[in-house]
Structure formats: structure tokens, C-alpha cells
């Protein structure tokens, strides 16, 4: 068997998604994610203009050497673009790998490690009233984890809230978007969120929130100890994680778990949080870390050391990834949660899905292959529309981390 074709497909049905398609000569076909929010078309040329014409000819079966041809001898390694555009490549090959062996493919990674997925779901309110009021409807639903996010009073805007209550896009303008953040008024605030919290729903529910790399480590490790008592299921990326030593000093000083790696694309950028257990949960995604088969690398160190998995799963990634990481989900013996934002009806769509939604949890389904495919006719009707996730600013005009 080999590798007759291969194109990069990029639709915007709500928000802008790449898809590599690669094709065989005995008429399979393979589908691999390549969406890098807000750099969507570095990925789409990188694909079509570098790695495409290395794939003709090849044995899609040989993943592995194909991953290292393509690590390995572009000379420049790592970085988003590269990794993603490998990420889709990797991914399109097990799908076609199991759709030869015509079996999903959980079972070609090695067989179910449990029978669902368990997911989390996104709930936000402009205040605290409204996301306790959100958090109890995605408990309605039937999700067992949720994760809070709220506004800050005193600032206009604030990461994780949105005016759609399910479907959050925060890529959302032709030119990035500038808002105001302030540390001192969020540190204040966000306790008060999870006291109301657990005040309302109790401990059984899990409970998370995302800091979005907007904390300095001691700022990190008051919020983490501030939260303690309400039992966080985890912290999400407290600090930005160029600098991995930040961690050591936020465990230092809390208990509340950690988890971060969803900007990760390898694993030397999680390697040392990992083997310093100074994380819980490592959020690497099958999209950006080099698909299946480098992410099963992380998991497997993470293993060694504790570390359980919580892949990425906003709506920046397509169902295309989403099908893949459940795959991955239930195999892995570490896994720990799956994040899992709703896509919209016309996202679903374009890329109809074996997987399903039932009391909390995913199922991948028993089709062969990731179980995803893609309807290029309807595909066609949604075209690319530039769109720019937003840039942070203090309230003092300096520029900060979002």
C-alpha cells in the first residue's frame, strides 16, 4: 500500500479548522487535525508546501519512521507549526492503520484501559450568580466535572467568558482584540466563586478553573493555597510555562493540583514538571504535540512519575483531534479527565462523528479508524475568515500573558 495523495482542507464553519486528508492506492483514506488557532494558514502552506510531497510514495503503515523523517530531518525542530503539521500526519496514519486492520483505533493502541471517558465541561457567567447558575446546568446535563470561570468586577472582559454560554470562541475578530486585566482584583474574587460553589452543589461535583498563565509563581501559590478547602479537581496553567522552575515554588506553598501543557509540542517541554512531579495533570494534546505517537511518549513518562493525562479539548481543536484523543483516552492507563467544549451544529456537520456524549462521559464508538470523517462538499460552503485570538494588557497599558 501506498500514499497517492494527500491535501490540507481549511472550512470555517463557526471558526476556522485545517484538516489533512492523505489517500492510498487501494482507495482508504486518513484524517488528521492541523488547526493552530489564530495561525491557521502557517500550517495549511507548511503541510501543503514541505511535507505533502515527502508523504507521496510512502507505506502509510510506517508511521513511525515517517514521524521521524519528518522531526528529524527538517532540521528546524519543534515549535507549533511544525508539530502540528506532523500532529496531522501522525494522526491521518493511525486512522488509516486502523481502518486497514478494521478496528477502531483504541484497539490497535493496545485495547480499552475503561469503558468511558470522563469529560469536562465549560461553564462561565458574567458574575459569580450567573456561573454558579451555569455550573448547576451543565450538572443538569449530566457532566460530573465542570470547570468555573467568571467575571472580575472592575474589568470589561475576562478569559473564559463569553456571550454564548456553550459555545466559547474567544478567536473572535479580524485584528487581536485588547483587553484589561488586573491580578489583584481576580485573586480577590475567585475564592468567593468557589465558596459559592460548593456552598450551592457540595464536594461531589469536580470542580476546576483556569488561570491562563496570567500569575506570577507567588501569585500562583496564594491562589492555590486560597483554594485548598474547596477541593479543586485541578489549577490550570497558574504561570506561563517557558519557565518550568516557577513550578517549584508554587508547589512549595499549596496542595491544590496542577496541571498545564496544552501550548506543549514536545517531550522535552514537560519533561522536567514531569520527572519533579511538580504537576498533576499534563494537558499535551494529540493536535500540537505530535500526534499519537509522541503523546504516547509523554503519557508514558508521565506514568513513571504520577503524572496523569487531561489532553486539551477546546473548540480550537476540530472533532477530527477530538475522536482522536478519546481513542487515545481509552487506552491510556493514566488517563485522568478529557476537556470537552460543544462544537457547533454546523462544525458537526461538516465532520459527522462516531463519538457520543452520555452522563458525564465520551464514547470514540466501534467505527474503524478515529471514527471521524469530513463532508468536503459542505466543507467548501465554509471558507476561511481571518480571525485573531486576543492580546492582554494591565491596566497600566503593559503588555501581559494571555
Known amino acids: 500500500m501506498k500514499i497517492t495523495s494527500a491535501k490540507v482542507i481549511v472550512t470555517c464553519p463557526g471558526r476556522n479548522f485545517v484538516t489533512l486528508k492523505v489517500a492510498t492506492d487501494e482507495g482508504l483514506h486518513g484524517l488528521g487535525d492541523a488547526t493552530l488557532n489564530g495561525r491557521e494558514l502557517a500550517v495549511a502552506s507548511y503541510l501543503q508546501d514541505h511535507v505533502i510531497?515527502?508523504?507521496?510514495?510512502?507505506?502509510?503503515?510506517?508511521?513511525?519512521?515517517?514521524?521521524?523523517?519528518?522531526?528529524?530531518?527538517?532540521?528546524?525542530?519543534?515549535?507549533?507549526?511544525?508539530?502540528t503539521a506532523i500532529s496531522a500526519v501522525d494522526t491521518a496514519l493511525w486512522d488509516l492503520k486502523a481502518?486497514?486492520?478494521?478496528?477502531?483505533?483504541?484497539?490497535?493502541?493496545?485495547?480499552?484501559?475503561?469503558?468511558g471517558v470522563m469529560v469536562y465541561g465549560h461553564a462561565n457567567g458574567e458574575d459569580i450568580a450567573q456561573t454558579v447558575d451555569e455550573v448547576g446546568r451543565y450538572l443538569d446535563m449530566g457532566y460530573k466535572a465542570?470547570?468555573?470561570?467568571?467575571?472580575?468586577?472592575?474589568?470589561?472582559?475576562?478569559?473564559?467568558?463569553?456571550?454564548?454560554?456553550?459555545?466559547?470562541?474567544?478567536a473572535d475578530a479580524g485584528l487581536p482584540a485588547e483587553n484589561v486585566w488586573s491580578t489583584e482584583k481576580y485573586l480577590d474574587h475567585i475564592p468567593l466563586l468557589f465558596d459559592k460553589l460548593r456552598e450551592r452543589y457540595g464536594y461531589e461535583p469536580h470542580l476546576l478553573h483556569d488561570a491562563h498563565h496570567r500569575l506570577t509563581p507567588v501569585e500562583a501559590a496564594r491562589l492555590g493555597k486560597s483554594l485548598e478547602d474547596y477541593r479543586l479537581f485541578w489549577l490550570e496553567d497558574p504561570v506561563a510555562a517557558e519557565n518550568q522552575e516557577g513550578f517549584r515554588l508554587i508547589?512549595?506553598?499549596?496542595?491544590?493540583?496542577?496541571a498545564v501543557g496544552e501550548v506543549f509540542n514536545t517531550i522535552w517541554d514537560c519533561k522536567d514538571l514531569i520527572q519533579e512531579q511538580l504537576i498533576d495533570y499534563i494537558r499535551a494534546t494529540v493536535l500540537h504535540a505530535g500526534g499519537i505517537t509522541h503523546l504516547r511518549r509523554i503519557a508514558d513518562l508521565a506514568a513513571l512519575y504520577h503524572v496523569r493525562t487531561g489532553c486539551h479539548g477546546a473548540t480550537d481543536?476540530?472533532?477530527?483531534?477530538?475522536?482522536?484523543?478519546?481513542?487515545?483516552?481509552?487506552?491510556?492507563?493514566?488517563?485522568?479527565?478529557?476537556?470537552y467544549m460543544r462544537h457547533?451544529?454546523?462544525?458537526?456537520?461538516?465532520f459527522p462523528h462516531a463519538y457520543r456524549f452520555r452522563d458525564g462521559?465520551?464514547?470514540?464508538?466501534?467505527?474503524?479508524?478515529h471514527g471521524v470523517d469530513i463532508d468536503e462538499k459542505l466543507a467548501a460552503k465554509f471558507p476561511y475568515q481571518r480571525a485573531c485570538l486576543p492580546v492582554n494588557r494591565l491596566e497600566d497599558g503593559t503588555m501581559w500573558n494571555w
Open 53 to 83: 510531497p515527502c508523504l507521496i510514495g510512502r507505506d502509510p503503515c510506517q508511521s513511525e519512521d515517517i514521524w521521524q523523517f519528518l522531526y528529524r530531518g527538517c532540521y528546524w525542530r519543534r515549535g507549533p507549526v511544525t508539530m
Open 146 to 170: 465542570v470547570r468555573a470561570q467568571s467575571g472580575i468586577p472592575g474589568l470589561a472582559s475576562t478569559y473564559g467568558v463569553g456571550k454564548d454560554r456553550l459555545f466559547y470562541e474567544p
Open 361 to 369: 462521559f465520551l464514547y470514540p464508538g466501534e467505527a474503524p479508524g
Open 99 to 115: 481502518k486497514i486492520a478494521n478496528m477502531p483505533l483504541y484497539q490497535l493502541l493496545g485495547g480499552r484501559s475503561r469503558d
Open 317 to 339: 481543536l476540530s472533532p477530527v483531534c477530538m475522536g482522536a484523543a478519546l481513542h487515545f483516552d481509552t487506552w491510556a492507563p493514566n488517563f485522568g479527565i478529557q476537556e
Open 344 to 350: 457547533s451544529r454546523e462544525t458537526d456537520e461538516v
Open 251 to 258: 508547589r512549595q506553598h499549596t496542595v491544590t493540583p496542577l
